[in-house]
């Protein structure tokens, strides 16, 4: 059942193709991930490429392009395995989770973990992980995390009498933490921006073997010491999917309160041994936690990574508590999803919004403490939450996004698994049978609205289209426009027309985001374009010059520039403006080749030559090859 819910909720994404937001530089206009000999394996495991550091993820897209090259089909299918996968795991994670609880001699825990697993997996929010082939990240790290979770309850639960008493293996297993720890902190390097490396290789494998040591002091002797080998391997896989998961360490001792109950029921002095041992236990989980912690704040920083000037610290406060409530809220009403939320470029006191969740995410903290011995399931769901999202409520800001619908992914798996438990005690009042009749329309309810939000998810224009009207990003509308400019690419009938479409786009996102003073120099760069695309080089060569200025270190704005100095025959300044696209990327043959023709314009004809046979090293072209052909004949 749970499968074929899935199978129809998402059958749209079967028949999606890529969308321009990041599929573009992650996917169609990215080799680098295209193999998996030791290049390319070395280029996934060191790269912070869209401020993201993800091997696993990456080598999912290497499988795909191995299979079926850069057919959208092949990216969106693996998606969705790997979110049916997730689900299945769900399923046998909410059963476990609820059976280790009251519920534990009751039939009717199957029923309540479909109702978790169902809520988690058909819901409009996985929409955007799943049929967005860049959120593949989510499905990855999400899968992983779940497995981990499972093989750590499968373990955790029958330890409950296997608790040591003594103080010396909590000892020698925080040592060997602390000391794999600063081995791999200190072992890597995060000078370069873009890749990782290693200032000493030795550091980095004796880190690794002291990790693996306090793997083996926390859980040799017990019993089911295979699931928590499980749990740490897929912790890790986890963490290399995305880093989305690294607050888990504390979810897990969330769980030993409710439901494992491993810190009740101690006499004193045992109590003390005991609470050092229950934590000392997750150390090889908490240095897996600190190092992927501390790479992904390397692979964010210098990746639109905001500074406390430009996103203050009561900023960031009053964003977290805006995104606290966000995330239940469309748990319950999941309408008017949309791929963007705005950030502001200032949040204060007179913002009423954020102030009123603010003040009620702290409400429903202590309401969720008060009821916490009569109700701890709601307690530990709430504070399991809490902990989960806590890494991507603006705290570390990166990005434009007020509040993303990706996020919930991992941080919303706790009220699926409540809303099991609380099917289940509703299936056990005198109307209880009812239950399953009545959730077969909340569930079709699930699946259309999943349906129709992967519907949006199909096409670039179906997206923007439908999130224009719901929020007018500008950010939107020039994605949109930038859609319309490609489409004119591969549509020369109606070329004009795409063109005045994408340019009106443009003008509406430069003038809202004006008007929203969330401006940033993009807009200048995709109007730019479009004006030299409709042959308006004048007007192209005003705006491309503002971003130069704005954005003096993104090759992009040059090398368009120069193309559009070009056009207008203005062969020196085009020089200038494509030598400086080349000093930031020395390899790019489109460059070359237009620089060819400046060159070419200008009579310098040896260097011109010399231009077009780099291109061509770089990037055959037949029109560099032509003019090649003319030069050498002259």
Same mark, same amino acid.
């Given at each position: 059942?749970?499968?074929?819910?899935?199978?129809?909720?998402?059958?749209?994404?079967?028949?999606?193709?890529?969308?321009?937001?990041?599929?573009?530089?992650?996917?169609?206009?990215?080799?680098?991930?295209?193999?998996?000999?030791?290049?390319?394996?070395?280029?996934? /495991?060191?790269?912070?490429?869209?401020?993201?550091?993800?091997?696993?993820?990456?080598?999912?897209?290497?499988?795909?392009?191995?299979?079926?090259?850069?057919?959208?089909?092949?990216?969106?299918?693996?998606?969705?395995?790997?979110?049916?996968?997730?689900?299945?795991?769900? !399923?046998?994670?909410?059963?476990?989770?609820?059976?280790?609880?009251?519920?534990?001699?009751?039939?009717?825990?199957?029923?309540?973990?479909?109702?978790?697993?169902?809520?988690?997996?058909?819901?409009?929010?996985?929409?955007?992980?799943?049929?967005?082939?860049?959120?593949?990240?989510?499905?990855? =790290?999400?899968?992983?995390?779940?497995?981990?979770?499972? +093989?750590?309850?499968?373990?955790?639960?029958?330890?409950?009498?296997?608790?040591?008493?003594?103080?010396?293996?909590?000892?020698?297993?925080?040592?060997?933490?602390?000391?794999?720890?600063?081995?791999?902190?200190?072992?890597?390097?995060?000078?370069?921006?873009?890749?990782?490396?290693?200032?000493?290789?030795?550091?980095?494998?004796?880190?690794?073997?002291?990790?693996?040591?306090? =793997?083996?002091?926390?859980?040799?002797?017990?019993?089911?010491?295979?699931?928590?080998?499980?749990?740490?391997?897929?912790?890790?896989?986890?963490? *290399?999917?995305?880093?989305?998961?690294?607050?888990?360490?504390?979810?897990?001792?969330?769980?030993?309160?409710?439901?494992?109950?491993?810190?009740?029921?101690?006499?004193?002095?045992?109590?003390?041994?005991?609470?050092?041992?229950?934590?000392?236990?997750?150390?090889?989980?908490?240095?897996?936690?600190?190092? /992927?912690?501390?790479?992904?704040?390397?692979?964010?920083?210098?990746? &639109?990574?905001?500074?406390?000037?430009?996103?203050?610290?009561?900023?960031?406060?009053?964003?977290?508590?805006?995104? $606290?409530? !966000?995330?239940?809220?469309?748990?319950?009403?999941?309408?008017?999803?949309?791929? $963007?939320?705005?950030?502001?470029?200032?949040?204060?006191?007179?913002?009423?919004?954020?102030?009123?969740?603010?003040?009620?995410?702290?409400?429903?903290?202590?309401?969720?403490?008060?009821?916490?011995?009569?109700?701890?399931?709601?307690?530990?769901?709430?504070?399991?939450?809490? $902990?989960?999202?806590?890494?991507?409520?603006?705290?570390?800001? @990166?990005?434009?996004?007020?509040?993303?619908?990706?996020?919930?992914?991992?941080?919303?798996?706790?009220? &699926?698994?409540?809303?099991?438990?609380?099917?289940?005690?509703?299936?056990?009042?005198?109307?209880?049978?009812?239950?399953?009749?009545?959730?077969?329309?909340?569930?079709?309810?699930?699946? *259309?609205?999943?349906?129709?939000?992967?519907?949006?998810?199909?096409?670039?224009?179906?997206? /923007?289209?439908?999130?224009?009207?719901?929020?007018?990003?500008?950010?939107?509308?020039?994605?949109? +426009?930038?859609?319309?400019?490609?489409?004119?690419?591969?549509?020369?009938?109606?070329?004009?027309?795409?063109?005045?479409?994408?340019?009106?786009? =443009?003008?509406?996102?430069?003038?809202?985001?004006?008007?929203?003073?969330?401006?940033?120099?993009?807009?200048?760069?995709?109007?730019?374009?479009?004006?030299?695309?409709?042959?308006?080089?004048?007007?192209?060569?005003?705006?491309?010059?503002?971003?130069?200025?704005?954005?003096?270190?993104?090759?992009?704005?040059?090398?368009?520039?120069?193309?559009?100095?070009?056009? @207008?025959?203005?062969?020196?300044?085009?020089?200038?403006?494509?030598?400086?696209?080349?000093? /930031?990327?020395?390899?790019?043959?489109?460059?070359?080749?237009?620089?060819?023709?400046?060159?070419?314009?200008?009579?310098?004809?040896?260097?011109?030559?010399? *231009?077009?046979?780099? =291109?061509?090293?770089?990037?055959?072209?037949?029109?560099?090859?032509?003019?090649?052909? &003319?030069?050498?004949?002259?």
């Amino acid at each position: 059942m749970l499968l074929v819910a899935l199978a129809l909720a998402f059958a749209p994404a079967s028949t999606a193709g890529f969308i321009l937001i990041d599929d573009q530089q992650n996917i169609l206009a990215n080799p680098s991930f295209r193999g998996l000999d030791p290049d390319h394996l070395g280029w996934m /495991f060191s790269t912070s490429h869209m401020g993201h550091y993800q091997p696993i993820t990456w080598l999912t897209y290497a499988a795909d392009y191995a299979v079926a090259g850069l057919d959208p089909l092949a990216y969106h299918a693996t998606s969705l395995l790997l979110h049916a996968a997730t689900a299945v795991a769900f !399923f046998l994670l909410a059963r476990l989770a609820l059976s280790s609880s009251e519920v534990r001699h009751c039939s009717s825990v199957d029923f309540a973990s479909l109702t978790a697993a169902l809520t988690f997996a058909v819901h409009p929010l996985r929409a955007e992980s799943v049929a967005w082939v860049t959120g593949r990240n989510d499905l990855t =790290s999400g899968l992983f995390f779940v497995l981990a979770m499972l +093989a750590w309850l499968a373990w955790a639960r029958r330890r409950v009498a296997d608790v040591p008493i003594g103080s010396l293996r909590s000892t020698a297993t925080l040592l060997l933490g602390l000391g794999s720890a600063w081995m791999l902190l200190t072992g890597l390097d995060f000078s370069d921006r873009e890749r990782l490396a290693t200032t000493s290789e030795g550091r980095v494998g004796a880190g690794c073997v002291l990790l693996l040591g306090s =793997s083996l002091v926390a859980a040799v002797g017990t019993k089911k010491a295979g699931y928590l080998a499980i749990s740490l391997v897929t912790f890790a896989a986890s963490l *290399a999917g995305k880093a989305s998961a690294v607050t888990t360490p504390l979810v897990l001792l969330v769980l030993d309160v409710w439901p494992l109950k491993r810190w009740s029921g101690w006499e004193s002095p045992d109590r003390a041994f005991r609470a050092l041992s229950i934590v000392a236990e997750k150390t090889p989980f908490f240095v897996l936690a600190v190092v /992927f912690g501390r790479i992904a704040f390397w692979a964010k920083h210098g990746h &639109a990574m905001y500074s406390l000037a430009e996103h203050t610290p009561f900023e960031r406060l009053l964003q977290a508590g805006y995104g $606290i409530v !966000f995330y239940p809220w469309k748990t319950l009403a999941p309408l008017g999803l949309v791929p $963007i939320y705005d950030l502001p470029a200032h949040i204060s006191l007179s913002d009423l919004p954020y102030i009123f969740t603010g003040v009620l995410a702290l409400a429903i903290t202590a309401v969720a403490w008060i009821v916490r011995r009569s109700l701890p399931g709601v307690w530990v769901t709430w504070l399991s939450y809490l $902990i989960l999202i806590a890494p991507l409520l603006g705290l570390f800001q @990166s990005g434009p996004q007020l509040v993303a619908d990706r996020y919930s992914y991992l941080a919303c798996m706790p009220f &699926a698994v409540l809303l099991g438990g609380a099917a289940y005690r509703l299936e056990q009042t005198r109307g209880g049978r009812w239950l399953r009749v009545g959730g077969v329309p909340l569930a079709v309810v699930l699946i *259309a609205l999943t349906w129709m939000q992967t519907v949006r998810w199909r096409s670039s224009e179906s997206l /923007f289209s439908y999130s224009a009207v719901v929020n007018g990003s500008p950010r939107i509308l020039t994605n949109w +426009a930038m859609d319309r400019n490609a489409a004119a690419e591969s549509d020369p009938v109606r070329r004009q027309a795409y063109l005045k479409s994408a340019l009106a786009l =443009s003008d509406r996102a430069l003038a809202t985001a004006l008007e929203r003073d969330v401006y940033v120099p993009t807009y200048r760069l995709h109007r730019g374009t479009i004006l030299y695309n409709l042959g308006r080089y004048e007007e192209a060569i005003e705006e491309l010059a503002r971003y130069c200025a704005e954005m003096p270190e993104d090759p992009q704005g040059p090398f368009n520039l120069g193309l559009a100095l070009n056009a @207008s025959r203005r062969w020196d300044e085009a020089a200038e403006a494509l030598k400086r696209a080349l000093s /930031f990327k020395p390899d790019w043959g489109p460059c070359w080749r237009n620089l060819g023709f400046a060159l070419d314009g200008m009579g310098r004809l040896e260097e011109a030559v010399a *231009a077009y046979r780099r =291109s061509l090293e770089l990037d055959p072209n037949p029109v560099a090859q032509a003019r090649l052909r &003319a030069l050498a004949g002259k």
